[in-house]
C-alpha cells in the first residue's frame, strides 16, 4: 500500500497535470514506510548490515538525485527516503544500546554527535553556494537535519519505535504529531515569530531561528495555509491494522523499485 500511494504522489509530483488528490493520497506513504522500517528493524538479525545497507542506498540515490538534476531545467529532484530511513535506525540502534547497557555506548554517542556536527556544517555551507550538488552531500552525510522530511520525520520514526507495541499510544501520539506538525504549518506559527523578531529588531535571536527552524523542517518565509500534510493521518489505519505477523519479503524490490521508478518518471516527465 505504501509503494501504491507512493507512486501515485510521484506521479502528481513529476507530472503538473496529474490531479491534485494524487498529491493528497501520496502523503499515507512516507508514514507506512517509517513504520514498517522501525518495526522491521527491531527484527531483524544483522542490524549492521541493515544499516550499511540503508547507507549505500541512500549514497546511490543522492548520486542519482545529482546526475538527474543536472539535466532537470525544473524543480530539482530531492527523492531520498533511504537517508531519513538510515538516520531513524541508526537513533534506534542508540537506543538499544541504552537500554543494553553496552558498554560502548557513550562512545557511540559522543562519535554519532560529532559525526551529525560535523555533516550539519558541510551540508549547510554546501547549500547555500550550491543548489545542486547538496543532494549528492545528502546522501554522503546521512544528517538528521538534512534529508527528506528532515527531522520532524526522524523525530516520527523514533517516536514510533518507542510505542511500536502499544496501538493505544501509537493512535493518540500520531495523532497528536499529526494535528500539531499541520497546525504549526498552515497557521504560520514559524514565519510569524520570525516576522516579529524582525519587526523588534531581535537580531541575534531572528538570525539563529532563520537557521534552525528550516534545519528542523519548518519554512520561515511564507505560511501555507493550503499545506496537505494534514492529510498524513490517513495512515493511522493502515499502520493500526498490522497483526504483528511477518507479511512478503519485499526489501530488495523496494531498495531497487524506489530509484528505478524515479529514473523512469524524470525521463518521462522531460519526454512529454
Given amino acids: 500500500m505504501a509503494l501504491a500511494f507512493m507512486v501515485i504522489d510521484h506521479i502528481g509530483l513529476f507530472f503538473p497535470y496529474a490531479p491534485i488528490w494524487f ?12 513504520f514498517c522500517m522501525v518495526t522491521g528493524f527491531s527484527y531483524t538479525r544483522n542490524k549492521k548490515l541493515y544499516l550499511i545497507r540503508m547507507y549505500l542506498f ?18 530539482l529532484v530531492s527523492n531520498n527516503i533511504f537517508v531519513t530511513l538510515f538516520c531513524i535506525g541508526v537513533i534506534i540502534r542508540l537506543i538499544e544500546y541504552k537500554r ?12 554519532y554527535c560529532i559525526w551529525q556536527v560535523v ?4 551540508c549547510y555551507y554546501v547549500d547555500i553556494y550550491s543548489e545542486n550538488i547538496i543532494y549528492l552531500f545528502v546522501g554522503f552525510m546521512g544528517n538528521m537535519f538534512f534529508n527528506e522530511g528532515g527531522f ?16 493505544k499510544y501509537i493512535a493518540i501520539c500520531y495523532s497528536l504529531f499529526c494535528f500539531l506538525f499541520s497546525f504549526i504549518t498552515m497557521a504560520g506559527i514559524v514565519p510569524r515569530i520570525i516576522s ?14 532563520r ?11 511564507w505560511i501555507d495555509r493550503y499545506s496537505i500534510q494534514w492529510m498524513m493521518i490517513g495512515a493511522l489505519p493502515f499502520i493500526l491494522f498490522y497483526n504483528g505477523k511477518k507479511g512478503k519479503s519485499m526489501k530488495y524490490f523496494f531498495y531497487i523499485f524506489y530509484p528505478a521508478h524515479i529514473l523512469i518518471f524524470f525521463i518521462l516527465s522531460r519526454v512529454l
Fill in 23 to 34: 498529491r493528497y493520497i501520496g502523503r499515507m506513504s512516507a508514514p507506512i514506510f517509517v
Fill in 58 to 75: 541512500g549514497l546511490g540515490m543522492g548520486i542519482l538525485d545529482y546526475i538527474l538534476n543536472c539535466f532537470a531545467d525544473g524543480d
Fill in 100 to 111: 543494553d547497557n553496552h558498554p560502548k555506548f557513550l562512545t557511540y554517542l559522543l562519535c
Fill in 119 to 122: 555533516g550539519l556544517f558541510i
Fill in 152 to 167: 520532524v520525520f526522524v523525530s516520527l520514526g523514533v517516536l514510533l519505535y518507542l510505542i511500536k507495541d502499544n496501538k
Fill in 196 to 209: 516579529r523578531l524582525d519587526y523588534y529588531d531581535y537580531d541575534a535571536l531572528y538570525y539563529t531561528l
Fill in 211 to 221: 537557521v534552525v527552524f528550516p534545519l528542523l523542517g519548518f519554512n520561515v518565509i
